[in-house]
């Protein structure tokens, strides 16, 4: 029997916001990200990117600012790195109502809603995309948004991820344990719209959250979201076998992303899991061009609207390190922070100085960059696959919607040649069509502990 070749998983990775990733990039003139604030740029994407049959869109999202460059959001303001920012959440009817099978993943900090308010606008909208939800959980990194938020601080690096893990029992609770499948009968002969006998109230007294009432949602298609999470730091890791079903890494070579693909599944097995219960992203940037030459045309024309600054701004706030006070070729001193460790970590392990930041970080921030023809595209992404051992990639915008439109036109026909990316959707949740299994979380995950009746 010939083995199915695998298939690669794809989001557009973006942001509701002018400059995401790839910074200056605003200011060409065929991009329309500025476009942000219109209902019509999204909804035109998102059925872009159905046509080229994206698993889905993952919108990133922070609730501070950077401000740690030059000690101020002067330069943050100047090239809108992620400022302004709009969000995420309120994207997601709009673009549902005119798709049928694009998922959607949402990034929102825990710290910025209470678990009881959040559960019901994630079943809300599990309800109203009719299962095609997914929720990136982030602690939080930005002391900005720590201060904006009322806070006394941004907490300990790994103490946020303990307040994570308390969160999640208040959600796991209310998604997966207040209400039966069965409660809802919708019986107006008998006037019984819901059996009370199957519906319950949660009471949780945690370390950081205390809830106690009703689910105010009846169960949605996936009950809870697919859960997705970034972090790959030691605790970030603990936290992912437990609760992830998608990882975003960051690697800038196959070596350093199968060595963390490796230990990401070795932690899910020592956690109860099975290796392929987590399905394992990178981000990257991908230019592409009917030939090479065309390729390697388009990067140059990019280059000259780039920012390399606007790009070192921002991984300056990913570090928690000012940049502008070093010389270009000064050694840097990367020591530890309270920021993202996996991003600080990749820039000590690289020496870099910061005339190398800013040729990293020009086009691509730190995510790998592929620029050629369709044949050279899918030869490095199969690779990163087979080699890297990844599931998929997060597929960064350069200029919107550009972009996206040449790799669907370019290089999908290329990858469904090979048969490593799919000539149609499954049927079912976003979990469904991600994992086969079903629309709900697979019983040896955490999360069906909370159930009040394990089926």
Known sequence: MIAKKKQ??????????????????????RDRSSE?????????????????????????????????????????????IQLPVNDPLLLISGMAAVTQNLGFGITVNLNSEA????????????????GRVGWNIVTGYLDSASRALGLNGQDEHDQ??????????????????????????????????????????????GPFYKSQGYHLSEPSVQRTPVLYQAGTSGRG???????????????TDRNAARATART????????????DDIKIFIGITIIAGRTQNEAEEKLAEYMDYASPEA?????????????????????????????????????????????????????????????????????????????????????TRTVSPESYEDFIDIVVPELQSRGIYKTAYEEGSLRNRIFGEGNRLPQRHVGTSFRANRT
């Open 36 to 80: 942000y604030k219109n209902l019509d740029y999204w909804t035109s994407l998102a059925k872009t990117l159905e046509r080229g049959l994206f698993d889905g869109i993952f919108l990133a999202d922070i609730v501070g600012v950077y401000d740690i460059y030059q000690n101020s959001v002067d330069l943050t303001l100047r090239e809108s």
């Open 264 to 275: 990401l599944r070795e932690a899910v097995v020592a956690a109860g899991r099975r290796p």
């Open 311 to 395: 790009g070192l701004a921002h991984f300056a706030a990913g570090t928690g390190i000012d940049f502008s006070r070093y010389e270009l070729d000064e050694p840097i001193t990367y020591g530890t922070s309270n920021s993202i460790q996996s991003v600080t970590q990749l820039a000590k392990q690289k020496g870099w100085t910061k005339r190398q930041l800013l040729k990293e970080v020009a086009i691509g921030g730190r995510y790998p960059i592929i620029v050629g023809d369709a044949a050279k595209i899918a030869d490095e992404m199969a690779a990163w696959i087979e080699e890297g051992e990844i599931d998929g990639f997060n597929l």
């Open 237 to 251: 890791r603990q936290f992912a076998a437990k609760h992830a079903e998608c990882v975003f890494i960051t690697a």
């Open 160 to 205: 946020r991820y303990d307040r994570a893990d308390d969160y999640l029992d208040v959600l796991y609770k209310l998604w997966e344990g207040s209400w039966d499948d069965d409660a809802v009968l919708n019986d107006r002969e008998k006037r019984i719209f819901a059996d009370p006998s199957k519906v319950r109230a949660i009471s949780h007294d």
């Open 8 to 29: 690669i998983l794809l989001n557009a990775f973006n942001m509701n916001c002018v400059g995401h990733i790839n910074h200056g990039l605003w200011a060409h003139p």
């Open 115 to 130: 678990p009881y308010i959040f559960a019901r606008r994630m079943s809300t909208l599990d309800h109203l995309t009719g």
